[in-house]
């Protein structure tokens, strides 16, 4: 709306567009199809000589208003609204890619975004390949004249891994490929991976956007020529988003920025404990000055996020015994919530790999996943003391 305002205003103002009712709040409108006022501005609507909404699944005004704001918060020509952040990963992969390209992933993405790729897009003739998030000399070797998209996620889950944007975009550009980066863990509001160099950036907006873990939903920004086909497809399939989770996660964006900043303060106060507890073997999360992304980190995060995990001593039993005796944590393995929560990756989100994937992926048996929610620091830590002494 204003080239001027700053990213806590936009996320407050930006995109609204209001009925003749005068309605202050943004509206909610609950209708799958749209009136014409003759058969002529129906054939015009149609044509595309008169430009309006025909049905839900292609344009509505809620979904337009959470995707105008995203679009200014991202830094993005354009933002896409989707039904979940897999429909936002599957909207990127079936518009850019084809039979015969090559993907090249990191082995430390989100489970569900490995299946898609590994299980259905490789179905369809796309080869993919995985790699380690922060090997930059891994990636280039991975990379030939086939591929197509380079995908990856930063800082990394669970164990905060932080890799280089910018390094990243060259290698693909040389080649001619995307980068799309998964930037579901900081929300525009702690890292722009468009201004980096990334191609696309994309989220699940189930997590910190919504933010009260009420809704799924999805988004995909970047230029016009790159969203538009994304676009298309979901138009085709059907995974648009619903008006009334618009409406929610268009209300969560007005408070995203302070949510973020408590998160990140509390997630840092946690980390700092457990660091300093003599029950915890290692504590994983970029914001310590010790953990190997934490330079990195400052150059391109505004904030750490929320997501701290550390290991015990004494393997599953021990992490099981830390888990067990939290009161008020939620054992559950989502994230993103203004409800602390707390699992243990090897027998959950990573409990499909075998042994040696896992090892790979440093997810030890004693490795305790946390998503710091916006709960008093000192109860939380109160919480973990419980287990931890
Ligand atoms: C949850 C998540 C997804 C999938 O999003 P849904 O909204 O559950 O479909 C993708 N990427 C990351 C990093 C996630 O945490």
């Not at 025909?54 to 679009?71: G, H, I, L």
């Not at 900081?186 to 919504?210: N, R, V, W």
Request: aromatic share 8%; with cysteine; charged share 20%.
């Amino acid at each position: 709306m204003s080239a001027d305002w700053q990213f806590e205003t936009e996320a407050i103002r930006s995109g609204i567009y209001r009925s003749s009712q005068g309605e202050h709040s943004e509206g909610l409108y609950l209708t799958s199809s749209y009136l014409f006022e003759s058969a002529e501005h129906a054939a015009a609507r149609f044509d595309g000589s008169d430009v309006g909404n025909v049905y839900s699944r292609y344009t509505n005004p809620t979904v337009e208003m959470f995707e105008k704001r995203f679009a200014a918060l991202a830094g993005a020509d354009k933002a896409a609204a989707c039904a979940s952040g897999m429909s936002a990963i599957l909207g990127v992969a079936m518009a850019h890619l084809q039979q015969g390209d090559q993907v090249v992933i990191s082995r430390s993405i989100f489970g569900t975004s490995t299946s898609l790729f590994l299980q259905y897009m490789q179905k369809f003739g796309v080869s993919v390949v995985q790699v380690d998030l922060t090997d930059l000399d891994a990636w280039r070797a991975a990379i030939n004249s086939s591929t197509k998209l380079l995908f990856a996620e930063t800082p990394s889950n669970p164990l905060s891994e932080v890799a280089d944007i910018n390094e990243l975009a060259t290698l693909a550009h040389a080649v001619n490929a995307l980068l799309v980066i998964d930037n579901t863990f900081c929300t525009p509001a702690l890292q722009s991976p468009l201004k980096l160099g990334a191609d696309i950036s994309l989220y699940s907006a189930t997590k910190y956007i919504d933010g009260q873990g009420r809704v799924l939903g999805g988004v995909v920004c970047g230029s016009n020529e790159l969203v538009d086909p994304v676009v298309g497809f979901l138009r085709t399939l059907g995974a648009t988003l619903s008006a009334f989770n618009a409406w929610v996660l268009l209300k969560g964006l007005e408070t995203l920025s302070l949510r973020m900043q408590r998160h990140c303060d509390n997630a840092l106060r946690v980390a700092t404990w457990l660091n300093e507890n003599a029950n915890v073997a290692k504590v994983y999360y970029a914001g310590l000055e010790g953990h190997e992304g934490h330079q990195l980190a400052v150059r391109q995060q505004s904030g750490f996020g929320a997501v701290v995990s550390f290991e015990v001593y004494g393997g599953k039993d021990e992490a099981f015994k830390v888990i067990n005796a939290t009161k008020m944590l939620s054992i559950t393995a989502n994230l993103g919530d203004a409800k602390s929560t707390i699992v243990h990756p090897a027998t959950t989100t990573h409990g499909r790999l075998t042994l040696e994937q896992r090892q790979q992926a440093g997810i030890s048996e004693g490795l305790i996943r946390l998503s710091v929610g916006l709960e008093a620091a000192e109860d939380i830590i109160a919480d973990l003391a419980r287990g931890l002494g």
